[in-house]
């Protein structure tokens, strides 16, 4: 089991650029959640994946965020012409999920995005 | 909507001291609890969750919690602290039917453990 692993783990871009992230979740897993958190706060839910189909994305996820899972197994998270206000920790969980039962989520170890 | 509150921002306290971090959550028909801890510069793990069955769960690093229905609360303890143990401790429900079990998380508190 080598865990959730995310890349990059830093990220600095001027505002306006596009930027790219990408979370590879424990390979058997189905689930995949992208989360954010800003200094201070607690994780908020951004989308949620099950196998290749996105199921759910919060009206926190504005049309400048896409996110896509084409295989089912990795995943990539865009920000286009990115703010100031996107800086924050992008932090992805993956799980293994059963109809309608609860799991637990195992979380990889983010990726810090800096606007300037 | 779910929401999760944790009471203190932050907790500090002295070595081998118990410690308590509180947790309300708001009424739902079903729902499943978990404390996350987060070291500096590191993911979350997970300490303890709370799925069904006894209401006193014991997880890693010798914490536990327990989850009392009436009080909507989900307060995690740990009878004597090391200041290994200081980190930002969250507390999270599980909302959503189906298959999306999002988590929606608490503010965090931020345990220091002093010497």
């Known amino acids: 089991d080598t865990g959730v692993s995310q890349d990059p783990r830093h990220k600095i871009t001027k505002r306006g650029q596009n930027v790219t992230f990408r979370c590879d979740p424990i390979?058997?897993?189905?689930?995949l959640y992208w989360y954010r958190q800003t200094l201070g706060q607690g994780p908020e839910f951004l989308t949620y994946?099950?196998?290749?189909?996105?199921?759910?994305k919060s009206r926190l996820l504005s049309d400048r965020f896409s996110a896509e899972r084409p295989k089912g197994s990795f995943s990539t998270l865009e920000i286009q012409r990115t703010e100031q206000g996107d800086s924050a920790m992008y932090l992805c969980?993956?799980?293994?999920?059963?109809?309608?039962?609860?799991?637990?989520?195992?979380f990889g170890p983010g990726t810090r995005l800096l606007v300037l | 909507a779910q929401s999760v509150t944790q009471l203190d921002s932050q907790v500090p306290v002295f070595e081998e001291a118990p410690v308590e971090l509180r947790c309300n959550y708001s009424s739902s028909v079903s729902v499943y609890l978990f404390w996350y801890v987060q070291y500096p510069n590191q993911g979350l793990q997970l300490l303890l969750k709370y799925l069904s069955g006894s209401t006193l769960v014991k997880g890693i690093n010798g914490f536990e919690a327990e989850f009392n229905k009436s009080q909507t609360s989900f307060h995690l303890r740990k009878p004597s602290v090391h200041i290994s143990d200081t980190a930002e401790y969250f507390c999270?429900?599980?909302?959503?039917?189906?298959?999306?079990?999002?988590?929606?998380w608490g503010l965090g508190t931020s345990l220091a453990v002093n010497p």
């Open positions: 969980a993956s799980s293994l999920g059963l109809q309608g039962g609860m799991e637990t989520q195992y």
């Open positions: 999270a429900v599980s909302e959503g039917a189906g298959n999306n079990r999002k988590l929606i």
């Open positions: 390979s058997e897993h189905n689930r």
């Open positions: 994946f099950q196998n290749e189909a996105q199921l759910e």
